[in-house]
T-cell receptor
Framework: GQNIDQPTEMTATEGAIVQINCTYQTSGFNGLFWYQQHAGEAPTFLSYNVLDGLEEKGRFSSFLSRSKGYSYLLLKELQMKDSASYLCAVRPLSGGSYIPTFGRGTSLIVHP | KAGVTQTPRYLIKTRGQQVTLSCSPISGHRSVSWYQQTPGQGLQFLFEYFSETQRNKGNFPGRFSGRQFSNSRSEMNVSTLELGDSALYLC??????????????FGNGTRLTVT
């Protein structure tokens, strides 16, 4: 099975940098997703990491260490609209199932 | 390209009733997955359909069922509703159910309230 941990809530100030961590334990690993979900809306895809290292996409970057079972999402130059829940999801590789398992999400609150 | 469409957006039902939720995937996407989202448990996988066949199933009781039609549209049904079934039900589509890098594309969900 899979076990995914991420902080429940974080707060940060507009213009700052915030790092949201995700640790996982899984039998077989085929990649890690990050999704953003605003209240009352659908989760939207942010990034997908398969190999170790940092992937940068504008203000958002995602890092993966497979040996440590660890990932983080880095948000730079925070804006008020970044207030949302951030979901970490692991895609396993076991028994032919590629269905991602989601963490419970980190609620990020950005203050002016 | 239209996104994933779920109907209805909101539903209020009473205990013991049954409910059917609908999902239309992105055109060309053949895999449809269903998730239940609650504040306490987060996103919990219900089942996945691909080419009208259930390919994967989560740990939910048999009261939860689904199907997929030849046009890839999917429905899920919950019978004998319980208060604990109150949740946001999310549908997600992707081009394939095989191991590739395709992310899930989610609909806005159906908010079900059971009273």
């Amino acid at each position: 099975g899979q076990n995914i941990d991420q902080p429940t809530e974080m707060t940060a100030t507009e213009g700052a940098i915030v790092q949201i961590n995700c640790t996982y334990q899984t039998s077989g690993f085929n990649g890690l997703f990050w999704y953003q979900q605003h209240a009352g809306e659908a989760p939207t895809f942010l990034s997908y990491n398969v190999l170790d290292g940092l992937e940068e996409k504008g203000r958002f970057s995602s890092f993966l260490s497979r040996s440590k079972g660890y990932s983080y999402l880095l948000l730079k130059e925070l804006q008020m609209k970044d207030s949302a829940s951030y979901l970490c999801a692991v895609r396993p590789l076991s028994g032919g199932s590629y269905i991602p398992t989601f963490g419970r999400g980190t609620s990020l609150i950005v203050h002016p | 390209k239209a996104g994933v469409t779920q109907t209805p957006r909101y539903l209020i039902k009473t205990r013991g009733q049954q409910v059917t939720l609908s999902c239309s995937p992105i055109s060309g996407h053949r895999s449809v997955s269903w998730y239940q989202q609650t504040p306490g448990q987060g996103l919990q996988f219900l089942f996945e359909y691909f080419s009208e066949t259930q390919r994967n199933k989560g740990n939910f009781p048999g009261r939860f069922s689904g199907r997929q039609f030849s046009n890839s549209r999917s429905e899920m049904n919950v019978s004998t509703l319980e208060l604990g079934d109150s949740a946001l039900y999310l549908c997600a589509s992707s081009p394939s159910s095989t191991g590739n890098n395709s992310p899930l594309h989610f609909g806005n969900g159906t908010r079900l309230t059971v009273t």
